[in-house]
Every structure is written in C-alpha cells, then in structure tokens.
C-alpha cells in the first residue's frame, strides 16, 4: 500500500470515528460511570485512524 493511500485510510477512519463518536446521543447511564457502546466503538475506530494516519506519515517521509 503506497504512503499516500495510508493517508487516506487514516483521515477516511479519523473522520468516521469522530462522526460515530459524536452522533451518539448521551446516554444517561454516563452519569453512572458507563460508556455507550457507539462511543466506545467510534473511539476504537478513531484511534485506529490516528495510527494509520501515523504510519502513512511515516512512510511518506522515508519515501523520498
């Protein structure tokens, strides 16, 4: 996979992460210490954004 298509992989799940994140309503068990599940799943996937966004980096400046 080339430097650039991991970019776009990375900023394609950083986005959706952060759609799915925010787009949960607020669950009222947040008051008793509990994550909803759709943030907790939107926050793996962002996460998982950020490190394909990292490696893209990476590799785009050892690519030259």
């Not at 650039?4 to 009222?28: H, I, Q």
């Not at 509990?34 to 907790?40: L, R, S």
């Amino acid at each position: 996979m080339s430097p650039r298509r991991r970019l776009l992989v990375g900023a394609v799940l950083t986005a959706l992460g952060l759609a799915v994140a925010m787009t949960s309503p607020l669950p009222v068990a947040a008051v008793y210490g509990q994550a909803g599940a759709q943030q907790v799943a939107g926050g793996l996937v962002l996460l998982l954004g950020w490190g394909a966004l990292a490696w893209g980096i990476h590799c785009f400046g050892r690519a030259s």
